[in-house]
């Protein structure tokens, strides 16, 4: 049963990883003012960090969907989602009003404010999926079970 | 080994028989894991190459400023040694914040002779929408600009600028911009009828596409002699460190 769970919840996060990435992984220009709008990291690093988290993204929710290296790809995805919750948090906190950027746009937007608990609360879950799955990451459909299968071990002879 | 492996026990020959499939198993596993990690490192590298070569954030190929371009208002020598052009919407909130860190400055700088700077108004939040706040404030702009010197036009910048509304609303009808220029020093009976009339919508369209064409795609875009002018985390590291630069 907790197999079947697992196949759902990587499903569910898998999906909506390549669904933001794909929207953003086009137009890294996009996603670098994105990432430069949360005025979290410094000059130098905004660049890199937008140029590479699409990319990220993409690949952790493929692996998730086709269930490779499941625990690997949940935990690099429950990192991803505390940094978001921890971005969004702090812009709500200091009164900037900014696209969260999630789904590509960025950038400043007046009506952010009221976004910010519904974009907390979705990531807060798409956390909870990530962690269930650090937790239990065997489960149906995988790849992983294809590909990591313990031989059964003879017993005796 | 244990003792008991050195017996001749049948079990103890199985158990150690066990005990290296293991072994075997285990290497292959890790083997294969790190073939795959390896892989996706691979990708994730390949991508961010990617990534950066279709990153056109400084891609930004704007004219220098000049005191006789056509869609901004200049201050400063043209042969001072630093060149800053500013694209910027009047309803921008980061524009109005970068405005009240760095105009009394850039104003003190441009006449001391060390930098000319060109301010490049276009409609960025407007859309389509000619009745914007972003193209009838640019609109009233380019009327200024086009009716009076361009003492007049920078100083109703600075008033639109400091009148700034919220990016959400309420906006200043058309009649007020024109209540700012005359502030500003235009000539009340050349400015207010064409500023009511939001006969600047055509400038607004050229400056907007001048500018799309240059690159831009954010709002402020600071070019400093000719590149993408970008530093620190905030706002106020990139006011700070653009005058610094500038000294």
Redesign the interface.
């Known amino acids: 049963m907790k197999e079947w769970v697992g196949l759902l919840l990587r499903l569910v996060v898998g999906g909506v990883w390549i669904v933001a990435a794909g929207l953003k992984?086009?137009?890294?220009?996009?996603s670098?003012?994105a990432v430069?709008a949360y005025?979290?990291?410094?000059?130098s690093l905004?660049?890199?960090v937008?140029?590479?988290l699409?990319?990220?993204e993409?690949?952790v929710g493929v692996?998730l969907v086709i269930g490779?290296?499941t625990r690997?790809a949940a935990v690099i995805s429950a990192i991803l989602f505390v940094a978001f919750i921890i971005g969004i948090a702090s812009v709500w906190a200091r009164g900037i009003?900014i696209d969260c950027g999630c789904f590509g746009g960025g950038?400043?937007d007046?009506?952010a404010a009221s976004q910010y608990p519904w974009e907390i609360a979705r990531d807060v879950a798409l956390l909870a999926a990530s962690v269930f799955l650090v937790w239990l990451p065997s489960t149906k459909l995988s790849l992983d079970s294809l590909?990591?299968r313990?031989?059964p071990?003879?017993e005796?002879? | 080994m244990s003792k008991k492996n050195r017996t001749n026990d049948r079990?103890s020959r199985?158990a150690a028989a066990?005990e290296e499939?293991?072994r075997q198993?285990r290497r292959r596993?890790n083997l294969?894991?790190g073939g795959?990690?390896g892989v996706?490192l691979l990708?994730?590298l390949g991508?961010?190459f990617?990534?950066?070569s279709?990153?056109?954030?400084t891609d930004v190929t704007a004219d220098a400023p000049s005191s006789s371009s056509e869609f901004g208002v200049t201050i400063g020598p043209d042969d001072a040694p630093n060149k800053v052009v500013i694209y910027e919407d009047f309803l921008?909130?980061?524009c109005g914040e970068l405005e009240k860190r760095t105009r009394d400055d850039l104003a003190q700088l441009a006449d001391d002779g060390k930098v000319q700077v060109e301010y490049r108004p276009f409609n960025l939040l407007g859309g389509d929408d000619d009745e914007s706040y972003s193209v009838r404030s640019a609109g009233a702009f380019s009327i200024v600009l086009d009716k009076e010197d361009a003492a007049v036009a920078k100083k109703f910048h600075d008033l639109l600028y400091e009148n700034q509304p919220?990016?959400?609303g309420p906006f200043p009808k058309s009649s007020e911009l024109a209540d700012l220029a005359v502030e500003a020093g235009a000539d009340e009976s050349a400015v207010r009828s064409p500023i009511e009339n939001n006969e600047g919508v055509d400038w607004v369209t050229k400056a907007t596409k001048a500018a799309g064409d240059a690159g831009v795609?954010?709002t402020p875009t600071i070019l400093l002699n000719g590149e993408v002018f970008?530093?620190?985390?905030?706002?106020d590291?990139l006011a700070n460190d653009l005058i610094a630069k500038l000294q």
């Open positions: 992984v086009t137009d890294p220009a996009q670098v003012a430069r005025q979290l990291l410094p000059g905004v660049t890199p937008g140029q590479l699409p990319v990220i993409l690949v692996m490779l290296l690997g009003n950038g400043a007046p009506d590909l990591f313990r031989t071990v003879s005796g002879s | 079990a199985a066990l499939q293991e198993e596993r294969m894991v795959v990690v996706i990708i994730i991508g961010y990617l990534s950066r279709l990153d056109t954030t921008c909130p980061y919220e990016e959400s795609q954010s970008q530093s620190g985390t905030t706002l590291d």
